[in-house]
């Protein structure tokens, strides 16, 4: 890849690739800033290239921008990336592509992260609106479409978006103390989940379920889906702590923890924190004479 002072020369998506692969370390290590100068340098070679901002590879730029941001803690800096990012790839991808639910959403992520509540579930609820049109195209048309096997992954993977938008809005009313809602929001998004999960457990016992999937891809949507059930499950768990619904507290966080242990060591932090709403509301039990910790 020929480099200059201020521009990546982007010939082929292989070049590309290997500038995104100069930055994989830097993000591995925390070096946010010097990952950060590596993706407003595609920014700009895009926007050059391109002649503005007319083209989705732009918009993706100015996403992967955002996400840096979002990690690094600059909250209203990525805030600005993903109302760009969402803005581009609203006028150069079809209103209802993925592309813009995904980057509706790390923008309604950023408003959460400012506190500003009511500008998150607007975010949230507008990625919620293409993922639920998206659902609704394949299950309409499940069998007057070619492709059948990339529609079926398209459809799943719209299906574990809304799950994942679900939890953020719930995340939103909790932090509202609207627990009701929270708890109603949560087990949409589990309802979603857990059909996925067995899915998975399905296949992986090999009861005849075929899927064309690569292995690889299915094993990081496994993972991801995993991941994301857990923490919704932990998510409503503190919903029933905070109802002190001890019991039920239990069982949520305890299915959490039990879905972690396949992904993560015992010591990662999102299994601690699943063993301490365990202790904490088992510490609550009537009978229960000290605290669990």
């Known amino acids: 890849v020929d480099i200059d002072e201020d521009l990546f020369i982007i010939e082929a998506p292989a070049h590309l690739y290997a500038v995104h692969h100069m930055a994989e370390p830097l993000l591995q290590q925390g070096q946010f800033d010097e990952a950060l100068k590596i993706f407003q340098k595609i920014y700009k070679s895009q926007k050059q290239k391109h002649g503005g901002d007319t083209h989705y590879h732009v918009g993706s730029a100015l996403h992967n921008i955002g996400v840096v941001q979002l990690w690094a803690g600059r909250f209203k800096e ?30 309604g992520t950023a408003f959460f992260a400012l506190n500003q509540y009511s500008e998150a579930i607007e975010s949230f609820n507008r990625a919620l609106k293409i ?63 857990r059909q996925w999960l067995g899915d998975c457990a399905d296949a992986r016992e090999g009861d005849g379920v075929v899927s064309n999937t690569p292995s690889s891809t299915r094993g990081r949507r496994e993972f ?15 919903v029933y702590i905070e109802m002190k619904d001890w019991d039920m507290a239990i069982v949520v966080c305890e299915e959490a923890h039990e879905l ?6 015992r010591r990662h932090p999102i299994v601690v924190m699943s063993t301490c709403n365990i202790k904490y509301a088992k510490s609550n039990l009537p009978g229960a004479t000290i605290a669990a910790f």
């Open 78 to 107: 990525a805030l600005q990336s993903f109302r760009s990012a969402s803005r581009v790839r609203f006028q150069t991808l079809k209103s209802d592509h993925p592309d813009v639910a995904v980057s509706l959403i790390k923008l």
């Open 131 to 193: 993922a639920n049109a998206i659902i609704s195209f394949y299950t309409n048309n499940a069998s007057h479409t070619a492709n059948s096997n990339n529609n079926h992954c398209q459809h799943q993977q719209a299906l574990l978006t809304k799950a994942k938008v679900l939890n953020n809005i719930g995340c939103v009313h909790f932090q509202k103390r609207q627990y009701s809602v929270s708890m109603s929001t949560f087990l949409a998004a589990l309802e979603i989940q």
């Open 224 to 238: 991801s889906t995993v991941f994301d059930a857990s923490i919704c499950l932990n998510n409503l768990g503190r």
């Open 260 to 265: 972690q242990r396949n992904v993560f060591q």
